[in-house]
């Protein structure tokens, strides 16, 4: 009796052993070169523990899930390079780290399902093997579900421990998932497998850290952040102005609002009213010096082809006069010269809008047409 339990200890032993080694069965199987299980399995499902570095974000988004969440990794194998899955753990990350930084996080199957959400994020990544150099990388697209250009984009990289060496400790492990029988592997080898999921693991984990890093520094995002809290309240402080008898500050506030390029409807409502304000003021005032002297930075700036430079004095002078026709009508050439025509699009309308009698009104839409073509 003593010996029959024994012998059914060591069963239950060899039992529990077997499965201890899942996850280095199927990672042993992978390199194989066999299309019979991807890192499924052998990437934990919740391994990430997500940033804590101040409050969340108050946006809500919506992650596309078109494939960006699923990446495929290139891992070489006794047989060349193969291509599987990580998930679901890759997945999972992903969206507990964003839900880390954003008030709200929901996952969609296609742009269309992506209002009202404030931002839309799409994700890319490679995960491929190269000798005794691997490397994954990802990349997150930031962009307002009303936009057609991107908010942002964010990318980082790490390396990651793969396993490319031929030996004969795969071989064996994927000989005994066939024969269903447990097998003597030896240490050495399972440690390698193990270090080849933890690394995969670490390296997302130390990717998605990185670029919620760079989510919360970004002035961008910052500051789309901060018109979005302005928005609702605009048209308010707008008509409250007006019916004080200060058209010019009704103005200012509902250009203010709509440079934010906001949404589809609320861009509609100022633009009317913008339009009303600029017909009942007839002239609207001339710029200060301040404003001229932005202005004249930037034009000197455009000729030495500082693009960028030259956008941000633009924005400068219009953050003071919004009101400005002709800084709104430059900014969009010269937004145009960097294809950013999306935003040429929206500055040259805000020039039409404050100057609809202007000899170059002509002109100006039909650069409207022209660039509206190029941002398809």
Known sequence: MLLKAEQRLK??????????????????????????CGFDGAIRTQFHQPSVSGEKLPLRVAVLDDGGLHPPAVVGGMWGEHEVTIDHGFAHAITTELTALFQDVKVIKNPQQALPADMMITVTSTFRSQGKDPGATMALALRPPWWNTDLAQYESSAKVSYICSCSWAPALIGLSLLILTPVVIPSASLTELNDTVDGLEQGITA????????????????????????????????????????????????????????????????????????????????????????????????????????????????????????????RALVLATQSRYPEAVASMKAFLVLSPQSPDARAAQDKIYEWELQAK
Do not use: C
């Open 207 to 330: 990717m998605l850290k990185d670029i919620s890093a760079q989510v919360r520094s970004d002035q961008r995002i910052l500051a789309f952040t901060e018109q979005k809290k302005f928005w609702p309240t605009a048209v308010a402080a707008g008509e409250q102005a007006e019916r004080t008898g200060d058209r010019l500050k009704g103005l200012e506030l509902y250009m203010r609002a709509w440079r934010g390029r906001p949404r589809p409807e609320l861009e509609q409502q100022l633009q009317g009213k913008i339009a009303k304000l600029v017909s009942d003021l007839k002239t609207l005032p001339p710029i200060s010096e301040e404003v001229r002297r932005y202005g004249v930075q930037a034009t000197s700036q455009v000729e030495k082809k500082r693009y960028d430079e030259a956008i941000k004095l633009y924005d400068k002078a219009l953050d003071i006069a919004p009101w400005w026709a002709e800084g709104h009508f430059n």
């Open 11 to 36: 069963k239950e032993k060899t039992i529990v052993m077997a499965m201890k080694q899942t996850r280095n069965v199927l990672l042993g199987v992978l390199l194989l070169g066999t299309s019979a």
